[in-house]
């Protein structure tokens, strides 16, 4: 758990949005919260940048990197085989080929923009976003314990924003930046877009301007994989009797929604392995808030 602030270019009340939000955060009874502008002089944040409000909770942080090499050793661990190649096609087309061959009872796809192909979904696209990596380590500037974070408004763009986020390697994640439909992982610490993120993020923080970038990995980009209605977490459709799910168009929120997400998928296993028909995800919506000890089988 760390702590996690969020500051306002105005009190949180004059924002309907904000002010709900921050209302609905208290009522859940998350640890740490504190609300106060002192919080600004705390954490070094410039008040020329425009932050005049602010609070703080306590939230979970992972370390991304070493969270998925977890997850590849537990799921090796429970049995698991690993094949690498690539599916250039409808899984629709290939789904009785693909049991066969792996002697699977279900085929579940988590494989994000590629459900454009795989799921034959028109409406997935990318989100690119970039991070730099600096040294945290408090020889250059103040060490950062906190993730740092001012609304969109304040940068003046919803694509365009601030957060700053520690990783327990002693290394600061700067950013952050959302360019829709940008498919092309050819961004640099010199693109136009990150040169401005920095300089964003150094006004916000100015101890900043000292920080120096990881020598070893200093930038880290990649293309969230968003879909144009919702998530999708549903059985295929297309074909009666398919035993195929899918999960995909998580966005930016992948690590957020994934346990409930692979919840969700496990309950369509079952239903598809017990031969009861595919339903659309909005006729999901009920069961998915029963216990599942209560839902009934269909």
């Not at 921050?22 to 009522?27: F, H, Q, S």
């Not at 992972?62 to 599916?87: C, N, P, Q, R, Y």
């Not at 940068?155 to 327990?168: D, Q, T, Y």
Request: with cysteine.
């Amino acid at each position: 758990m760390m702590p996690s602030d969020f500051f306002f270019p105005h009190t949180v009340e004059n924002d309907p949005a904000q002010h709900s939000k921050m209302t609905e955060i208290m009522a859940s009874g998350v640890k740490g919260f504190y609300r106060g502008s002192d919080i600004i002089d705390e954490r070094r944040i410039d008040p020329a940048y425009g932050a005049v409000d602010a609070y703080e909770l306590m939230a979970p942080i992972i370390d991304t990197d070493k969270a998925m090499h977890w997850l590849m050793d537990l799921v090796e661990s429970k049995g698991a085989h690993f094949v690498t190649e690539t599916i250039t096609r409808d899984l629709v087309d290939l789904e009785d080929s693909l049991l066969a061959r792996f002697d699977a009872d279900v085929i579940v796809n988590c494989t994000g923009l590629q459900g454009e192909v795989l799921a034959g979904d028109d409406t997935v696209y990318p989100i690119r976003g970039g991070l730099i990596r600096v040294i945290n380590d408090g020889t250059d500037f103040p060490k950062v314990d906190a993730a740092l974070t001012i609304t969109a408004d304040a940068a003046g763009s919803a694509n365009e924003i601030v957060f700053l986020v520690p990783r327990n390697d002693n290394i600061l994640l700067i950013g952050g930046i959302a360019e829709p439909h940008e498919w092309e992982l050819n961004l640099t610490l010199e693109s136009p877009i990150i040169r401005r993120m920095r300089e964003r993020c150094e006004r916000f923080l100015p101890g900043l301007k000292d920080a120096r970038v990881d020598p070893d990995y200093p930038f880290a980009q990649g293309l969230r994989p968003f879909r144009g209605k919702n998530v999708r977490v549903e059985r295929e459709l297309r074909r009666t009797g398919s035993r195929i799910v899918h999960s995909y168009g998580q966005g930016g929120a992948g690590w957020s929604l994934s346990f409930g997400c692979a919840q969700d998928v496990a309950m369509l296993v079952e239903e598809a392995l017990s031969g009861a028909p595919a339903r659309p995800m909005a006729e999901m919506t009920n069961d998915w808030k029963i216990p599942k000890r209560e839902r009934r089988r269909w």
